[in-house]
């Protein structure tokens, strides 16, 4: 170990699997240039505060954004001491501008607030990322949301009829606020930890908020104890990512559910379906279900993330260092599946007639006693009344509006010929036009409101 950065004061070797199995290199390099950059700054700090000179920091910078180039290029050589992402960069600075100087850029940091540094400033812009693919997202759907009346579900059993925009809707509705909680997490990732050190704050006077600026965070962390060992900004990505893919699952498990031969609502595009080794007539979703599948995975990266949090004492601990493989892994798989979803949407081939099959009249029983509220009824009554008409049409196994007036008489005097009206789904839908409700204006109303949202 003697060999290793802060291998100082050690004089046995370390074992070789404590060196894998303490080494993070193998994931964190993806985080180079973040590295570099916070680096950059903290020695620009340095040199404000006097610690370093001017000479002394372009060495720096230039030897830094050397090194950068050769991430870049795929150049750089990991040497078996490279640890971690930090000590790789500063070792490989050495070899470039001479240990002399490189050996001053470590001066009043740590690698606790480094590491920090590093994933805000990462996790930062590849929120930005999702944040635009999620509008994109919330527009395809806008551009998908067309009036076609459809069953509308409760306990999976025809409820009321609705418009197939409005199912679209519904889903575009819990993605809309899903987009504010992002930006939300954002504004709390957005924070530097520099000049924090180890644990206690800086003594050499450097300026937090100068490399905050030249970083791009929008402010910096309160407490240097907290802010080392805070992974906070990292949970709130993935609850964030544990509700939102669990709204994906459920729109895809509609989905699934509407694309069977029994419903065929909607047939998904070739581009996102599988066939069956075995079986050459299959079809299967799989976009779709993977979609659905990887909710689990989130909410695992959540908790497990929360159960390594729970009861750590103070200030940085090694366990933190588990913190990386579920924020790398989080957010390639939520951007992924916003790609898939986008695309599924985007192609998805819609069969309004198919729809239009799938409605029966017996959907209309509310209307038949709202019809009956009209007239003076109370709706408890109305209720009941209503039911009685579901009842008959079961039993004489007649729809609903093929009644005749005389038997709808007979269950009450108060049925007129205008009923007619309401045995249709048209006026049925068209009649919600509370905000929010299913008839069309209504509809696009929400789709205004989303769409001023997204531009
Ligand atoms: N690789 C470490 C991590 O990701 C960096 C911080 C190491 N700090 C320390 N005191 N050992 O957490």
Not at 27 to 48: H, Q, T
Not at 173 to 179: N, R
Not at 238 to 254: G, K, M
Not at 364 to 381: I, Q
Request: glycine letters at 8%.
């Amino acid at each position: 170990a003697a060999g290793m950065l802060w291998g100082g004061r050690f004089t046995g070797a370390i074992d070789p699997l404590m060196h894998k199995y303490n080494a993070s290199i193998r994931y964190d390099k993806a985080l180079y240039k973040e590295d570099i950059l916070g680096s950059i700054a903290f020695a620009r700090a340095n040199s404000k505060a006097g610690i370093i000179n001017d000479d002394e920091f372009k060495a720096i910078e230039r030897g830094l954004l050397q090194v950068m180039e050769e991430w870049k290029q795929g150049t750089f050589v990991i040497m078996p001491n490279d640890e971690d992402i930090h000590t790789a960069n500063e070792r490989r600075l050495g070899e470039v501008i001479g240990s002399d100087i490189a050996g001053k850029l470590h001066t009043g940091r740590s690698r606790n607030e480094q590491v920090v540094c590093d994933m805000r400033m990462w996790l930062r812009d590849r929120i930005r990322e999702i944040d635009g693919q999620l509008v994109a997202f919330l527009k395809v759907i806008i551009t998908r949301a067309d009036d076609y009346i459809m069953p509308g579900y409760t306990h999976l059993q025809r409820a009321q009829p609705v418009r197939w925009s409005q199912w679209l809707m519904s889903y575009a509705a819990a993605f809309t606020q899903d987009l504010e909680r992002l930006r939300q997490v954002f504004e709390r990732v957005n924070l530097s930890p520099l000049g924090c050190g180890a644990l206690a704050g800086n003594p050499f006077r450097i300026d937090r908020n100068i490399i905050a600026k030249e970083l791009g965070f929008s402010g910096i962390t309160l407490n240097s104890m907290n802010t080392s060992a805070d992974r906070d900004f990292l949970i709130d990505f993935l609850v964030w990512n544990s509700i939102f893919t669990n709204h994906v699952s459920r729109w895809a498990e509609d989905l699934i559910i509407y694309s069977t031969s029994e419903f065929s609502f909607v047939r998904l595009a070739d581009a996102y379906s599988t066939g069956s080794s075995l079986m050459p007539n299959k079809f299967n979703g799989d976009s779709l279900e993977l979609l659905r599948g990887k909710s689990g995975r989130a909410f695992g990266q959540m908790a497990g993330l929360m159960m390594n949090l729970k009861s750590l004492p103070s200030c940085y601990n090694k366990d933190l260092q588990e913190g990386w493989e579920p924020m790398l892994d989080s957010v390639q798989t939520v951007s992924d599946s916003l790609g898939i979803a986008n695309g599924v949407i985007a192609t998805l081939k819609v069969r309004p007639e198919r729809m239009e099959a799938a409605l029966d009249k017996t959907m209309l029983a509310t209307d038949v006693a709202e019809w009956l509220v009209r007239k003076g009824c109370p709706f408890r009554e109305a209720h009941h009344i209503s039911g009685r008409v579901v009842a008959q049409s079961e039993k004489l196994e007649v729809s609903m509006d093929k009644l005749t007036l005389e038997q709808l008489q007979a269950i009450d005097s108060r049925f007129t010929a205008d009923i007619a009206e309401a045995f249709e789904y048209e006026t049925s839908v068209e009649a919600k036009t509370s905000q929010g409700g299913t008839s069309r204006s209504s509809v696009l109303e929400q789709i205004q409101i989303l769409r001023a949202m997204l531009d």
